[in-house]
């Protein structure tokens, strides 16, 4: 596609449950990041995949969080046993070689 | 550690005037790229501007205008004429560069702009 494209864009959770939130990046672009936007903390960065290379989880919050990259395309961010504080909007971004980062239009999600 | 800080938590103005949305950072790298994003109600973040640490000339790019100045570690951003369509959260973001460069941003806390009509 022409963008980032995530998946759902709105997700409610009931608290425990587990949650899968899809992004398909920009065909080519070989870096992909996640990012998380709430309320009291601002954008976080999460994690980041590089080609085949091992991915970067410095900004995985919990070992509740956990992030796949498959073919090196689609990626997708898992969240077990969620919990209140993980509702926020989860944005997903991929870069080529030597651009800016461009992003998708987030997923919202509410954990009740 | 790097640090971007957005002093300005919300701004409002009147259509048609200047604006200016601060930006300061810190970072012990002496190689670096500065980005401004802009992110409207729909909550996509559409990319500004990226400006790497040797290039301290100002840009301009119609209405927009950017002023880098490495000895106060800052990265303005102008709106001239502002327009109601301009509304939206502006992030100055920071990213390493180099051999290690992985191109994770360190976001600001973002400044609110509201253009009245």
């Known amino acids: 596609g022409a963008g980032v494209s995530q998946s759902p864009s709105n997700k409610v959770t009931e608290k425990g449950k587990d949650v899968e939130l899809r992004c398909d990046p920009i065909?080519?672009?070989?870096?992909l990041y996640w990012y998380r936007q709430s309320l009291g903390q601002g954008l976080e960065f999460l994690i980041y995949?590089?080609?085949?290379?091992?991915?970067?989880k410095s900004g995985l919050p919990s070992d509740r969080f956990s992030a796949e990259r498959t073919g090196g395309s689609v990626s997708t961010l898992t969240i077990q046993r969620t919990q209140q504080e993980d509702s926020a909007v989860y944005l997903c971004?991929?870069?080529?070689?030597?651009?800016?980062?461009?992003f998708g239009q987030g997923t919202r999600l509410t954990v009740v | 550690a790097q640090k971007v800080t957005q002093a300005q938590t919300e701004i409002s103005v009147v259509e048609k005037e200047d604006v200016t949305l601060d930006c300061v950072y810190e970072?012990?790298?002496?190689?670096?790229?500065l980005f401004w994003y802009k992110q409207p109600p729909s909550g996509e973040l559409v990319f500004l501007i990226r400006?790497?640490?040797?290039?301290?000339q100002n840009e301009i790019s119609g209405r927009y205008s950017w002023n880098f100045q490495k000895s106060t570690s800052s990265f303005n951003f102008t709106i001239t004429a502002s327009q109601v369509v301009d509304s939206a959260v502006y992030f100055c973001?920071?990213?390493?560069?180099?051999?290690?460069?992985?191109?994770?941003?360190?976001f600001g806390q973002g400044t609110t702009l509201q253009v009245k009509p």
């Open positions: 971004a991929s870069r080529g070689l030597n651009t800016e980062a461009f």
């Open positions: 065909s080519g672009h070989t870096a």
């Open positions: 995949f590089q080609g085949n290379s091992a991915p970067d």
């Open positions: 970072t012990r790298d002496t190689t670096y790229y």
């Open positions: 400006r790497n640490s040797f290039d301290e």
């Open positions: 973001a920071l990213s390493e560069w180099g051999s290690s460069n992985t191109g994770k941003l360190i």
